[in-house]
């Protein structure tokens, strides 16, 4: 028999957080019965979601103590609120005080979003410079791995943090860039991109490409059971993203 | 001049200017009240090779010679941002080279150096939006701000905001004074407790540099993002935020 492979773009951010986790051992923190929701959507016409479209699950990974927070592209596509940006940040927090006393968590940060959440514009940035500071903070005690494998990929202030992440998984479908296309279109015109040109924007922003250029550590199959073999062995043989420095510009990019 | 520029100016004069960075960063030595500091400002550049950085924007170029220009801090330094930044470079040719690594190598620096002893501190004097402002200035760990209508801090301009959640400018500016997060005011911003010091319109320089001094001296410029949810103001303003912290961390090995 062929077993098929199963999707893990097409899992709601809850089922892919479980699913990277060793099984059975999954235990959600502020679950959506403790209704942590946004109170500045309604004022905005948008109705709220009881997560807030992040979700973080405790549990092992590979045997050892872990975290996943995972962000839910299908909600207001998949944007860091104040409350999502403080799961995010608090779950980095607390897995720097756990390197600290010497009990380390694995920390995966399975991100899809579009970066930060307009509604909520400058809570949302002011958490994003607490994610970017965690980030490096942990990332100098232990690997900080992202996996980047929804439909929306990872956008603007989110992309920034992901890129400080010692290690990237990307599939060939995500997509890591710091605008979107609709954000520059509007911004800088339509003979600058043209948003709905797709093939274009997978060619320059897509999984594949990133991973060629070095910008992610593996490319990985969009499959549960591939990207957990994967999730586990970014801990187990990490493999280190090149430092931050200027990359070769390919002939006529610059003028 | 842009407002960067003039400050850049006024705060760097008498350094000494670090070499090897491209026109759009302006990096200089100099001493505050004794205390020596690197003052590091992004200005426009017409003639800059990217033409979407042309305006002040942080592109890939910025954001590289940002982290250049912050590693390159001397031993014993402080480091000052002034930050006029109208947002990150919204060119497709940027995101085929990668921008967000660009503006992540500027905010890893500023990181890395205040928390290897540094004082960060930032003054905002023009524009402090998105990417731009995450990549310079809001990595610092005391940050002072000029209250007058040329200063903004926001996320995205009202444009594409619009586009973005399908709403009209008009109900921005509504939405704007119902949910403060989404105002574009320095004075709003400010009440997130973000700000330390708000000067008014107007003020000398030679004030500003004055008030400076304090923060370069105290250990507030070591201090990590996280710590403005303690400040005067985020107690209330980032009550969620706070909430979230706390209960996260009662569930975390429960």
């Known amino acids: 028999m062929i077993a098929l492979a199963e999707s893990f773009a097409e899992r709601s951010a809850r089922e892919r957080a479980r699913g990277l986790l060793d099984p059975g051992t999954a235990r959600e923190l502020i679950d959506p019965f403790e209704r942590v929701e946004s109170p500045y959507l309604a004022a905005q016409g948008v109705v709220p979601q009881s997560d807030d479209g992040v979700v973080v699950m405790r549990g092992t990974l590979g045997g050892v103590r872990a975290c996943v927070v995972a962000t839910d592209g299908r909600f207001l596509g998949g944007s860091i609120g104040e409350i999502g940006g403080a799961k995010i940040a608090g779950a980095l927090e607390l897995t720097l005080r756990d390197a600290e006393r010497g009990t380390p968590t694995r920390l995966v940060l399975a991100l899809d979003t579009g970066g930060i959440r307009l509604q909520e514009a400058n809570l949302a940035i002011l958490a994003v410079s607490e994610i970017a500071d965690a980030i490096t903070a942990l990332r100098a005690k232990q690997p900080v791995v992202a996996l980047v494998a929804g439909r929306v990929g990872v956008y603007g202030g989110l992309s920034l943090c992901t890129s400080l992440c010692s290690a990237i998984l990307v599939t060939e479908g995500a997509r890591i860039g710091l605008n979107g296309p609709d954000v520059i279109e509007t911004e800088a015109g339509v003979e600058e991109l043209d948003a709905s040109d797709l093939p274009l924007v997978w060619r320059i922003t897509g999984g594949k490409r990133r991973f060629e250029q070095g910008f992610a550590t593996e490319l990985v199959r969009d499959d549960v059971d591939a990207i957990r073999a994967a999730v586990v062995r970014a801990f187990e043989e990490p493999r280190e993203l090149p430092p931050l420095e200027m990359p070769a510009i390919p002939e006529g990019y610059a003028p | ?254």
């Open chain 2, 1 to 254: 001049m842009s407002r960067g520029a003039e400050w850049f100016a006024h705060v760097g004069a008498g350094g000494t200017p670090v070499a090897g960075l491209p026109a759009s960063v302006r990096a200089a030595d100099t001493t505050i009240d004794g205390v020596p500091v690197r003052v590091v400002a992004v200005v426009r550049d017409p003639g800059a090779r990217f033409p979407r950085a042309r305006q002040g924007e942080v592109g890939i170029d910025e954001g590289f010679a940002l982290a250049r220009a912050v590693r390159g801090t001397p031993p014993g330094s402080a480091i000052l941002a002034i930050v006029d930044v109208p947002g990150q470079a919204f060119g497709v040719r940027e995101e085929a080279i990668g921008l967000q690594r660009a503006l992540a190598a500027s905010a890893q620096a500023y990181v890395q150096m205040r928390r290897g002893g540094h004082p960060v501190l930032a003054l905002v004097v023009g524009k402090a939006i998105s990417g731009a402002f995450l990549a310079h200035g809001l990595q610092a760990g005391w940050i002072g701000a000029i209250d007058d209508a040329a200063v903004e801090v926001h996320v995205m301009s009202k444009p594409a905001v619009a586009r973005v959640t399908r709403m009209d400018e008009a109900d921005l500016v509504r939405i704007a004074r119902e949910v403060p997060a989404t105002a574009r005011d320095i004075e709003t911003f400010a009440r997130f407790g973000a700000v330390d010091e708000l000067f008014p319109a107007g003020v000398a320089p030679e004030a500003v540099v004055a008030a400076l001094a304090p923060a370069l001296r105290d250990g507030r410029g070591l201090r990590n993002p996280v710590a403005r949810l303690a400040y005067p103001g985020a107690v209330q303003t980032r009550a969620l935020a706070r909430e979230v912290r706390a209960r996260l961390q009662e569930a975390w090995d429960a």
